[in-house]
């Protein structure tokens, strides 16, 4: 499975937790589907990640739902807050950033 080859769940990109100029990060994010909620958690380059991220989504026949920290942990676990997704990653490919974040 290439979620397994992703990245380890739990990744920390910077402990500072700041971003390169120009790209776009999610600290402490996680990546939902909707069959079967949280699948990975840690942090997320956007920028980088998104041919991976496309990969993965091709993977599980299934979008991918970026979500920050709280919209799916503590009490969101066993119900993600998919209507909060920072972005949302396309059978496709395709990376669409939520115009809210």
């Given at each position: 499975?290439?979620?397994?080859?992703?990245?380890?769940?739990?990744?920390?990109?910077?402990?500072?937790?700041?971003a390169?100029?120009?790209?776009?990060?999610?600290?402490?994010?996680?990546?939902?589907?909707?069959?079967?909620?949280?699948?990975?958690?840690?942090?997320?380059?956007?920028?980088?990640?998104?041919?991976?991220l496309?990969?993965?989504?091709?993977?599980?026949?299934?979008?991918?739902?970026?979500?920050?920290?709280?919209d799916?942990?503590f009490?969101?676990?066993?119900?993600?807050?998919y209507?909060?997704?920072?972005?949302?990653?396309g059978?496709?490919?395709?990376?669409?950033?939520?115009?809210?974040?």
């Amino acid at each position: 499975m290439y979620l397994e080859n992703f990245m380890r769940p739990g990744r920390m990109i910077s402990g500072s937790k700041s971003a390169p100029k120009g790209h776009v990060f999610v600290f402490n994010g996680n990546i939902c589907i909707k069959s079967k909620g949280k699948i990975w958690f840690g942090d997320l380059d956007l920028t980088t990640d998104a041919q991976k991220l496309g990969a993965l989504a091709k993977e599980m026949r299934e979008d991918l739902y970026i979500l920050r920290e709280h919209d799916a942990r503590f009490s969101n676990e066993a119900n993600p807050k998919y209507e909060n997704a920072v972005a949302v990653i396309g059978l496709d490919g395709t990376l669409t950033l939520s115009p809210n974040n």
